[in-house]
């Protein structure tokens, strides 16, 4: 089995502070895709380049304690792509693949962590133009490799993906386009939201993110943003899923899925 985990991390040195390496140790995914890394290579340098014994590369924002994306794996990829090729979404360090080919395939990894829209409009506006930017980037890549990408997309994407979605019909994270989206990227995009292949009535066991606010974690008042979307092949390969709870690194939970391959 290959061991896919993905966790929004709301800061490297925090996540570390509270015991993520000892889990990752512990649970040995074969990768982590981690995302908000909020740091830039000097803070890594000497500290996290390695967690738990796995190599990192990292797509780090040019803002200061912000964003950034980051894969762990012992693996070696044959390529490392950094960014989009969108400037205005690759300084704000969203989007890492690592391509694993071999003379039969072609297979990659990916670390994306999408906007959020939820601190006003500008972001929200911000928002829609990575989705109509990463939806071709995804179309363009499927028709070439196969691929996992593992992040925090924003998006609930139906109403069993978070607790409270009538009070949230007007708020970023649910709104109809941000739904719609994701129903265009798994219906004629072609490609699998993996969790909910496995999973496809789980409710609040799905959740992956919870506001620090109100008790919401305490309460399970949940939203499911963390996915791993693949092309159908590698979805197909899909065995096991779970969403890691018993501690917390982060106002997210780590979301691991077991494939049956290899890479």
């Known amino acids: 089995m290959f061991k896919l985990s993905s966790l929004n991390l709301n800061g490297i040195r925090s996540a570390t502070s509270k015991g993520l390496a000892a889990w990752v140790a512990a649970t040995r995914p074969d990768c982590i895709c981690v995302q908000e890394v909020k740091a830039q290579a000097p803070d890594v340098a000497g500290r996290f380049e390695q967690l738990a014994g796995l190599q990192g590369y990292f797509h780090f924002a040019q803002k200061k304690g912000y964003s950034g994306v980051g894969i762990y794996t012992p693996l070696s990829p044959s390529d490392v792509v950094v960014g ?119 409710g609040e066991t799905a959740y992956t993110w919870w506001s620090n606010r109100g008790q919401a974690y305490a309460k399970n008042v949940g939203w499911r943003l963390d996915y791993q979307i693949a092309t159908p ?12 709870k018993d501690a917390r690194f982060s106002d997210h939970a780590p979301l691991t899925i077991d494939y049956a391959l290899d890479f």
């Not at 092949?233 to 890691?244: H, N």
């Open 84 to 202: 989009l090729g969108v400037p205005e979404f690759d300084d704000e360090g969203r989007y890492l693949e690592l391509r694993f080919d071999t003379a039969g395939r072609k297979r990659s990894l990916i670390s994306c962590y999408f906007p959020s829209g939820s601190s006003g409009e500008e972001r929200q506006q911000a928002k829609f133009r990575f989705l109509d930017a990463v939806y071709p980037h995804l179309q363009a890549l499927k028709e070439q490799r196969e691929f996992i990408l593992c992040g925090d997309v924003n998006i609930a994407h139906q109403e069993i993906d978070l607790k409270n979605w009538k009070g949230n019909l007007k708020n970023s994270g649910f709104l109809p386009e941000e739904r719609a989206w994701m129903t265009r990227l798994l219906g004629e995009g072609g490609l699998v939201d993996v969790y909910r292949r496995l999973e496809p009535s789980a």
């Open 233 to 244: 092949a590698l979805a197909q390969c899909a065995r096991l899923a779970g969403v890691y």
